[in-house]
C-alpha cells in the first residue's frame, strides 16, 4: 500500500494513529479546525461547536457558524505573521465537533452545552465553544462558574445584552450577560466596544458591571487588575464594524477595526482564561465568506494567544 | 386638499373612514395583503401572520415568510382568470398582521396563537393563519378544535411530520402531525403529497391517519366523505416540487405541480372550512422571489375559492 | 378580551386609540418606522418614502429603500448611546407610509412628491422623505423652495450630480443639483463628500456652489455661516465608502466612515432645518443588511438631533 | 506572426477581415451574439440590444437582459440537435450590439429604438430586438407597422399587458399591447399563454384580440391562417413557468415548458417573420444562470428555425 | 461518565467503537454521508469525494460539490419511501473523505483518484466517487478498465462530452467520454439524455457509442442486454431539467425530471455495477439547496437500490 | 443617413473610422474598457484579459475578472479629481479583449499570455494585464524578462506566494512570486502589504527578497531607488482589506485602505514601468459590485497615473 498517498489524504494524525495498527488502508472522514488535530489526552485546549440560534429573533443562522468556521478554515495558513507562532507546532488542541442540540427547548440545549463544559473541564482542558447565538455562552458560564466560584467575564460586543427579558423569554440572546451577571454578581463583567441597547440595560451597566462604550479604551487597566484570577472570555464577533464582519445577524455601524480586535484579543488572552467562546458569526449574511474568514483567523489567533 | 391624491394613496379604506372624519390630509402606512382591506365587523375571513420558526432544526428563516407574503402581494392581480373572480369584489377578508412571538419558548409562541385564532373564533370569523414552520398549526388547531369537536383535518405536505419527538422536543415542526392527532384521534387527518419521514412515522400512518404519498389521488372521495363537516386545512408549500418553490427549508424532490396543487385547493376550499393555514415559505432561499409569488397566488386563489 | 395581549400586538397608538373606541379586538397592520407612531396631529416631523429610480442608468433598486429602512428599523434599538436620547421619548414623528408613484414618466412622480411635501409643509410640519434615487430630491425641494425664498441646500454625496442632461434627459439622479441650483441660485448649495463627476461638473462647482471634495472639511464653518437661515439637508448614502455602505447603485471607493457622517450629520440637524431626504440606498446590492441598518441608525440619529 | 494564434483569440471573422490587410496583430474585442459574426451588408438578420426597463413598476433590472445573453451565449453550443442545424453554417446574422438608451424619458427611448428598426428595415433586413422590458417592443412596432401596413402579432406573455394606463403612464410594460392594438387594429394580435391580468383586460381581449390563456392549444391554426401576411412576433420569456424561467421581474406560476415553447416558436418562426424580439430576461433574479442560458438557447433555436 | 450524551453525539460507530477502548469521553468529529459510517471491513462500497473542477471552462465550483452532498446529507432521510428501504438497515457503506487534489496539473490529479479507486477495487469493494467535474471519470475509469476489461459504461448526462479536445487540452470535461471510449472500444458505451454537443461529436457518437438525445427511451432493453457484465456508471447531474437541479455550471434546458432520472436510477442499479459516481453539482449556482438536497436524495436512491 | 445617432452608438471611435469608409450605418459591437479605444498604432499601452484560474485551489473565479472590469467600467467616470485627469483626453490605450486561454494545462495556458505579451513588446508598447489568478503574472513576466534582464519586480499582495510548490503543483497560484524570482534572482522583488503565508516562506523572503507586511511602510524609498530602472509592477488586489474588497477568492483581514493604496500606486507609477498586472479581483464574491468597481477605479488611476 502506498504509505505516503496515505499519509496525505489524512489530516488527523490522531485517526490515523487509531486506524494504523488495524492495518486500514482507508481512514475515516475527520474533519477539524485547521492544525487541531491532537489526541484528546495530549491536548490543553478543547474546541467544540454550539450550532443553537432558537432565540435569535431578528435574523437566524449562526447556527452554522461553527460548520462554516471548521470548514473554511483550510483557507487560512496555520502560521500567524503576527505572533510568528504556528497552530501545528505551538498549539495542542483536540476538535470535539459539534453538539447535536435541541431546537426549541432553550432549556434542554444549555443543559447539553453545560454538561460538555463539565466533562472537558473534568478532564482538565480549556473549553472554547464557537457559536452560535450568544446565549449558549450561558451554558458553558454555568459550568465554569461552578468550578471557578471567583470568575471573572470579558465580554466584547456590541450590544449590551443586560435585558431582564425578552418577548417574554428571560433566557435568550438579549438578556444573556444579565443572566451572567446573576451567576457572577457586580463588578464581576468587564463589557467592551458595546454601542446599542435600550437605555435601561446601559442605566443597569452602571451600577452592576463595567461597560466601556464603542471600543476598548481601558482593556489594558482591567487586564492588570485581573491578573491570576479565573477569567471567561466571551466575543461576540458583531463587536466588529460590519464592514469588517457583515456575517451577523444583527450588523450594527460604528464597531471596531480588525486590528483593533486582534490587539485587545491578544492582551485578554494572557490572562488566565478558564473558558472562552467566538460567537454570532452567521455565515449566509456574508455570500463573500470575508466574514468566515475573519472568524477563522481570530480563532488562530486565540489559540496562539492563549 | 387633494382628494384624489389622498385616495391613491390610501389602500386600507378603514383606515380611511377612521381618519376622514378627523380631516386629516395625510393617513398612517396600512398594510395588507393585496385587496384585503375590509374592516374587521365586514370581514368573514382574518388573515393574520405568525412568524415563528424556533423548532426548525435545518435551515432557519420561516419567520420571514408572512411579511413577504403581504409586502410581495401588490406584484400580483385581484383577479384570477382560473375562477374569474377578484380579490375586491369576491371577498371580505380583514387582514390584522403578524403576531409578535416569543423566540426561545414554544409554549407561549403557542400560547400566542392559540389565543389570538381563538378571539376570531370568537367573533364567528375564519381565521387564516400565515406560517412561519409548520408547528404553528399546532397553535391555531388547539383553539378550533375547543370550539369544533368533531374536527378533521386536511394536510398537503411532502413531510409526514408525525415524530414522537425530535431532538428531544416533542414541539417540533416535525411532530405537529402527531400532536394534532392527540387533538382529533384516529382517521381524522388526511395526508397528501407525502414522500419524506422516518419508517416509524410511514407505519403510524398506517394505523391511525389516511395517508396518500406523493400525489393527491383519492382527493375528490375524501372531499366527499368530509362534506358538511368542520375541517381545518393546513397547507406545508414543501408539497410543491423544489423547482417549483425552492424557498423552502427543506427542499425534497419529486413534488406536485402547480397547477395540481391548485386543482386540489379549489377542491378542499368547497368543504366546510373552519380554519386553515399556509406554511413554510422562506423567502430567503428563493432570490428570483418565485416562491414569495406563487403563496401570493396560492393565498388569492384560496381566498377567491373558500 | 385579553387587554395586555391586545397593547403587545400594538405598535402603532395612533391606531390603538381609533379602534378603542369601537371596541374592536383586533387592530390593523399599521407599519411606521421604528418609534414613529405619533398622531398626524402632534407630529412635528412627517416621515415618507419616494420609491422611485426610474432615471437610474446604471444599476436600479433604490425603490425599494424606503420599505426596506421601515421593515428592518425594527432590528434597531429606540435610544441612541451617541446622543444619550429615544425615539419614543425625545421625538415626534407621524410615519406617512410610501407614495405610489408614476415609473416611466418623471414629471407625472416629481409633481406627486411636489404635492406631498406641500401638504406637510401647509401643516407646518417638516418633511423627511426617503429616496428612491437622488432625482426626488428636486421635487421635495420645488415645494421648500416656494415656501422659503432664501433656502440653502448642504448637500452630502459621493457625485457631483451637476450635469446638464443625461442620455438626453434633463431630469435625471445625475442632473438633480444642477436643477437645484436653478431653483436657489449660486452659492447656496453646500456639497461634501463629492469624489467623482465630469470634469466640466467641477469646473461649475466652482464658480455656483461651494464644494468639498473626498470629506467633511469646512463642514463646521459653513455651519455657522448657515445659522438662522432656512436649510434642506440631502442626503446620499453613497457619501460613505461601500465598505460600510455597499447597498448602493454606484459604489465608490475613498468614501467617509460612519462616525465621521455621523459627527458632521449631527453638525447639520443643529440648523433651521425646513426639510430633508435620505437617499440612494439599494438593498439588494447589500444581502448583508447591513446597509439598510445603517441607513436606519442614520435615520434614527437624525430624527433625536433634529 | 503566428497566424493561427491570432485566429484563435477572434472571435469575430468581420473584425479579422478588417484588420488582416493592416497586418495588426492585435484585433480589437467585438463582442456579438454566439456565431452573430457576419458582416452587415451579407446579413439578413440584425441583431440589436434595447436595454432598458424604465417603466418597469414592480422589480427592474431586466436591462441587463441584452447584454447577459450575448455574454453567456458562449456557454452553449452554436449546434442544435434539436433541428440538427448550425448557427456557424445556416445563418447570417450581424449583432449591432447594444443601443443606449435614455432612462426616465419614455418618449426619447421608443424613438432611438424606432430609429434604429427603421434603420435595419431600410436595409431590407430582418431587425431581431433582445429586450429589456416589454414596452420596447413598441418602438420596433411603429418603425415596422409603417413598413408593413397589414402587420399581425403574435404574442406570448403570462400577461395580457392590456391596461389603457398604469400608475398615471400610458407607455408602460403593463400597456404596450393595448398601445400595439392601436397600431394594428382588431383581431390582429394573438395572444398565448396569457395567465394574468385585470378582469378589464381580459373583457378588452374578448372584443378585440384572439387571446389563449394558460398554453398554445390553437396556435396552428392560427399559424395556418397567418400564412404569407406580415408577422411581428414578441415573446416575453414570463410566458414560460418560473420553475424554467425565474429570471424576470414578474414570475407568474403556471407557465408552459421550454419543450412546449420550443416547439410553439418553431411553428411561428415558419411564417413571414418580419421583425421579433425577446425580452423581460431578468438575469439577477436567477443566480443559477439558467434563466440566461435558456434565453440563449431560445433565441438560437429562433435563428435557426427562422 | 453520559453514556447516552455521548451516544448521541456520535455518528460514526467506527470511530466510537475505536475510542470506547481508551474510555474516552469526548470522541473526534468524523464526518460521514448520511448513514454512511460502517467500519471499512464491513463495507461493501465506499463512498469518496473527488473535488476537483480545474478543466471547467465555463463556470467552476463543482469541486465543492462532494462537501456540499456529505454536509447537507442529514436534512434528508435515511428511510426511502419509493423503495421502502432504509440506510442504516439495509446499506454498509464506508465513508472515506475527500481527496486533496492537485489544482492545475491535470495529470496528477487524474493519478491520484486512480490510486484511490485501485485502492478500493483491491479491497474488493465498490468506489462510488462523488465530483467534481466529469474529468473526474475518466481516474476511476482507468483505474475500474484495468480490473474489468469487458468494461460497459452507461452514462447520463445533457453533454455528450465526446471531443477530441477542447481549448487545446485533451484531457477536460469536454473530452471525457471520448477518452472513456478510447478505453473500452465502439459500442461499450451508453449514453442518454443528450441534448448538447457540437456536430461532430454526434456523428462520433453515431459510429462510435450508443446515444439516445433528450431522455430515457431504450434505457430498458439496454439494461437486458448489459445484465451480468460489469457495468460503470457515470451520473452528471445536468441531465436533469435545471428547474429541478440548476446548481452545475452549464445548465442545459429541457432536460429529464426528478421522477424519470428516479426510475432510470433503479433500471440501471439492477445491474452488476463495479464502479460508479454521481459529479457535476456545483452548489454555489443553487443558494435554494434544493439541487444539493435532490442530489442528497438520488446517492441515497442508488445506495438502497445497489 | 442620422450622423448624430450613429456617433451616439458608438463607444469606440477606431471601429467607428474602420466602417465609416464604408457607409455602413450600424458598426459591429466593439467592448473595450472606458475611455480605452485608441486605435492600436497609436497607443502607448495595451490592456488585455487574461481570464485563468485553474491552479486557484480554494475558491475559484478570478477568470471572470477581465469581463467584469471592461463590463462595469462604464460605471465610473473618465475623470479623477485625484489626479484631475482624464481617460479620453491624458491617455493613449488600447483594449485587445480577453485571451481564451486553456483550462486544466497551465503550461500551454502561460505560454499564450507570453505570447501576447511578447507581441506588444514588440510593437514597443506597454502590456498591462487584467487577471485572473496571480499565476498569470508568470507567463508575462516570462516575456517580459527575456526583453529586460535588469528587471525589478513591484508585488503587493495579502500572501507572499513564495511557495516551492503547492499539492504538487509548481505551477500555482501560491507559487508564482517563487517563480519569479529564479527568473530575475535575489533582492529584484520588493513585497508590501503580506500579511499571509507559511512560516518557511517567511524565512525564504527574509533571504531573497525584499518584504514588508501589513503596509507600504519603505516604499518611498524602494522607488528612489529603483528610479530609471525596468520595472514590472504586479498588483494582488487582496492585498486590500476585505472590507473594501471582499470579491476576492482568499480575503485575508487586517489589509490597506483603498486610499493607502492608491497613494502607493501613484507613488510607483512614476517609476519606469515596462509591465504591469492588476490581479485576483473574483467577481461572484462581492454581489454588491463594490469591488468591481474599486477595481475600475483603481485600473482608471493607474492608466492616468503612468
Known amino acids: 500500500m502506498n504509505q505516503e498517498f496515505l499519509q496525505q489524504n489524512?489530516?488527523?494524525?490522531?485517526?490515523?494513529?487509531a486506524f494504523a495498527g488495524k492495518n486500514e488502508p482507508i481512514a475515516p472522514n475527520v474533519q477539524t479546525f485547521l492544525g487541531c488535530d491532537k489526541p484528546f489526552e495530549k491536548a490543553d485546549t478543547v474546541l467544540f461547536g454550539a450550532p443553537f440560534d432558537s432565540t435569535t429573533s431578528y435574523r437566524p443562522g449562526t447556527r452554522f457558524g461553527p460548520r462554516?468556521?471548521?470548514?473554511e478554515?483550510?483557507?487560512?495558513?496555520?502560521?500567524?505573521?503576527?505572533q510568528d507562532r504556528d497552530l501545528e507546532e505551538d498549539t495542542a488542541v483536540f476538535d470535539a465537533g459539534d453538539l447535536e442540540l435541541c431546537f426549541g427547548d432553550t432549556n434542554i440545549a444549555l443543559r447539553q452545552?453545560?454538561?460538555?463544559?463539565?466533562?472537558i473541564l473534568q478532564h482538565q482542558k480549556r473549553p472554547f465553544?464557537?457559536?452560535?447565538?450568544?446565549?449558549?455562552?450561558?451554558?458553558?458560564?454555568?459550568?465554569v462558574a461552578k468550578r471557578?466560584?471567583?470568575?471573572?467575564?470579558?465580554?466584547f460586543d456590541a450590544h449590551t445584552d443586560l435585558r431582564e427579558d425578552y418577548l417574554g423569554a428571560t433566557l435568550s440572546h438579549a438578556t444573556v450577560i444579565r443572566r451572567a451577571w446573576e451567576l457572577v454578581g457586580d463588578q464581576k463583567i468587564f463589557q467592551f466596544g458595546i454601542r446599542s441597547g435600550e437605555k435601561a440595560e446601559f442605566l443597569f451597566a452602571k451600577?452592576?458591571?463595567v461597560?466601556?462604550?464603542f471600543d476598548f479604551a481601558g482593556l489594558e487597566s482591567v487586564c492588570e487588575q485581573l491578573k491570576g484570577k479565573p477569567v471567561y472570555f466571551t466575543l461576540d464577533l458583531d463587536v466588529l464594524d460590519p464592514s469588517m464582519f457583515p456575517g451577523t445577524g444583527t450588523p450594527e455601524a460604528g464597531g471596531v477595526s480588525f486590528m483593533a480586535l486582534l490587539q485587545a484579543v491578544k492582551e485578554v488572552c494572557k490572562l488566565h482564561i478558564v473558558g472562552l467562546d467566538v460567537n454570532e458569526l452567521c455565515p449566509i449574511y456574508d455570500p463573500s465568506g470575508a466574514s468566515v474568514a475573519l472568524a477563522c483567523k481570530i480563532v488562530r489567533e486565540i489559540l496562539l494567544a492563549l
Not at 489524512?10 to 494513529?17: D, E, F, Y
Not at 478554515?73 to 503576527?82: A, L, M, Q, V
Open 10 to 17: 489524512l489530516k488527523n494524525p490522531g485517526a490515523a494513529a
Open 68 to 71: 462554516a468556521i471548521r470548514g
Open 73 to 82: 478554515s483550510f483557507g487560512i495558513e496555520t502560521y500567524s505573521p503576527y
Open 113 to 119: 452545552i453545560e454538561e460538555r463544559v463539565g466533562q
Open 129 to 143: 465553544m464557537l457559536g452560535g447565538e450568544h446565549l449558549v455562552t450561558l451554558g458553558a458560564l454555568r459550568a
Open 148 to 155: 471557578y466560584p471567583d470568575l471573572h467575564i470579558i465580554h
Open 207 to 209: 451600577e452592576h458591571t
Open 211 to 213: 461597560l466601556q462604550p
